[in-house]
């Protein structure tokens, strides 16, 4: 049985990670993860509450394992946990132990981290408008993946190709 590949492509809001999803599903043929937070924050229909963010993870990582079965050869997945686990640092200033062992507990085999853009584009679940705000936040997930794994860096739009390129690298060593 082929090792499959899982991708977690993280970065700020507006940075454009679920471009890049769909990007590289469509050009590796392979199955991407959108991230579950926004259908579950528009389902509520309620502001959402601390306890929310557990299920949210709970929940992308079921999504995730049930996609994989999908993958030839890579899972692309839009967010992480980690993701949740900075949202609840910032909006919370903590962050409960169950959704700390989550983030402890998962892999991926790369991570892709978007640099934010000064375009930032608002919608009801968007609360970093600021660009210095977006820039922290990379900053932070930078530091976080610097432990988890190998990490690709997007420094701008530009140099999109380059992921594409890196990503067909993982395919001739990945047997």
Avoid: H
């Avoid at 978007?114 to 705000?133: C, G, L, M, Y």
């Amino acid at each position: 049985m082929r090792k499959i590949i899982k991708v977690a492509v993280i970065g700020p809001e507006c940075s454009g990670k679920t471009t890049l999803c769909k990007m590289l599903s469509d050009y590796f043929v392979d199955p991407w993860v959108p991230e579950y937070a926004r259908e579950y924050l528009l389902n509520i229909n309620r502001p959402y509450e601390e306890f929310d963010l557990l299920q949210i993870a709970l929940e992308q990582i079921r999504r995730e394992n049930i996609e994989i079965k999908n993958a030839t050869n890579f899972i692309f997945c839009d967010t992480d946990v980690m993701n949740i686990q900075v949202w609840s640092e910032i909006k919370y200033q903590r962050c409960a132990i169950d959704l700390l062992k989550l983030v402890a507990s998962t892999n991926y085999d790369l991570y892709i981290l978007i640099e934010p853009t000064p375009a930032w584009e608002p919608d009801q679940f968007r609360e970093t408008p600021n660009f210095e705000d977006r820039k922290k936040l990379y900053e932070t997930y930078l530091e976080m993946v610097s432990d988890k794994g190998q990490c690709v860096y997007i420094l701008n739009r530009e140099r999109i190709d380059s992921v594409f390129e890196y990503l067909k690298g993982f395919l001739v060593n990945k047997d």
